[in-house]
């Protein structure tokens, strides 16, 4: 909210140019300044936000449920960017604002599918769910969003289930990174049984 002086009434009286009162008034902003400045700051900012430190975007982001990213250089920026975004949008938050964060956080490295199933095994759903459209299929209320393998995997983690709370109550999202899947190639995978034998005799007779 720009810059505001809380301590002009001392500034504004004449006597604190004049000897102790001058030293008391100067060791009264010191500490005001040190201690209290910012934590005020940061409630006169409660009002809007989007324009505060980046402890207010944190607090504010986590109480509507956002993403609170910890970049060591980017992530003010992008969190500021996304809630003023989400206060802006009001009731028309959806799959487009999913979208808008997908986007500040890692840029087009990301694909939405909506998600479809077979028609006829309708009563085994969600067993048969794929991602292509097919005539036989009906579409669901899945969508699975699939993340290129050169974004951290770490951060995929920490952030999935806050992408899954921006979309809406109707709406199952899966987050799917590419780098967790692994190419086997010709390696074989072998199964084993074992079992065991119980010889039962009946003595009744």
């Known amino acids: 909210m720009g810059n505001v002086s809380f301590t002009r009434p001392i500034d504004q009286q004449v006597n604190n140019y004049q000897g102790l009162e001058t030293a008391l008034a100067k060791a009264f902003k010191q500490v ?79 694909q939405i599918k909506r998600l479809w199933h077979p028609i006829k095994t309708y009563l085994n759903y969600p067993k048969h769910i794929t991602d292509e459209e097919k005539p036989d299929h009906f579409l669901t209320s899945r969508l699975r969003i699939s993340i290129e393998d050169s974004v951290d995997t770490s951060e995929i983690i920490e952030l999935s289930p806050i992408l899954r709370r921006l979309v809406p109550a109707n709406v199952v999202l899966k987050v799917h990174s590419k780098a967790l899947d692994v190419e086997l190639g010709n ?12 010889q039962v005799i009946d003595f009744s007779d």
Request: glycine fraction near 8%; charge should be neutral.
């Open 32 to 110: 005001f300044a040190d201690v209290f400045e910012q934590q005020v700051q940061d409630m006169l900012d409660y009002g809007c936000p989007h324009l505060g430190s980046r402890k207010v975007i944190e607090r504010f982001s986590k109480q509507d449920g956002l993403v609170v990213l910890r970049r060591p250089l980017t992530s003010d920026t992008l969190m500021r960017v996304i809630y003023a975004n989400w206060s802006s949008l009001a009731s028309e938050r959806g799959l487009g604002f999913l979208e808008f964060v997908l986007r500040m956080i890692w840029t087009d490295q990301w």
């Open 187 to 198: 390696s074989s995978i072998g199964a084993a049984v074992y079992g065991k034998v119980y």
